[in-house]
């Protein structure tokens, strides 16, 4: 039987994830599904006209957190997420279109089922602690 180390040990979430391919090509889904779907255009206009910085970023950043080599600090230096977020405006439903939007895109990937789950239940928490973070300076 095949004995599996569980999601958020060591880096069990960046292979679950397919590595550094499989994260930059969901953060690609990710950006592409914005970009074309209506229902998540309030977020799609925070971001620059040219995204391509913005998709690296965010990929490189998801390959530290799931425990894969730290690309964001490597190429752009220390990061804390609700700092980074600061300047814009993301209450309740812009913290959903992004978490809707990423679930969706999360949903296409072959990751297994119960991976998706774990990865979803774990971006909940940085997507509220930046909703948090932005709403308490109104
Ligand atoms: C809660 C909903 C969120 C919204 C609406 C949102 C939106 C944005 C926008 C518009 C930018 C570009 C800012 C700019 O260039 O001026 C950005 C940057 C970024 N976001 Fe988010 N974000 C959200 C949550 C998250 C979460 C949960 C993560 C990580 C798990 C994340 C990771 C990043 C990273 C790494 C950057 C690049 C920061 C930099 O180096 O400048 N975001 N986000």
């Known amino acids: 039987m095949k004995s599996k180390i569980p999601y958020g040990t060591g880096d069990a979430s960046f292979r679950a994830a397919g590595g550094q391919s499989g994260i930059f090509r969901l953060v690609n889904d990710f950006f592409d599904r ?17 995204n391509e ?5 965010l990929a490189r950043f998801l390959c530290g957190w799931l425990g894969g080599p730290k690309l964001y600090t490597e190429k752009y230096g220390s990061i804390g997420i609700p700092r980074v977020h600061a300047h814009l405006k993301i209450a309740t ?25 774990y990865l979803m239940e774990q971006l909940y928490v940085p ?12």
């Open 93 to 117: 439903p812009e913290r959903d279109q992004w978490l809707t939007c990423m679930s969706e895109s999360v949903a296409e990937q072959p990751f297994d089922a119960d991976f998706k789950t």
């Open 53 to 57: 910085e913005s998709r690296d970023k």
């Open 127 to 138: 997507a509220e602690a930046v909703r948090r973070r932005t709403e308490a300076q109104k």
């Open 34 to 50: 914005m970009e074309r779907d209506p229902r998540f255009e309030t977020i799609w206009k925070m971001h620059p006209e040219n």
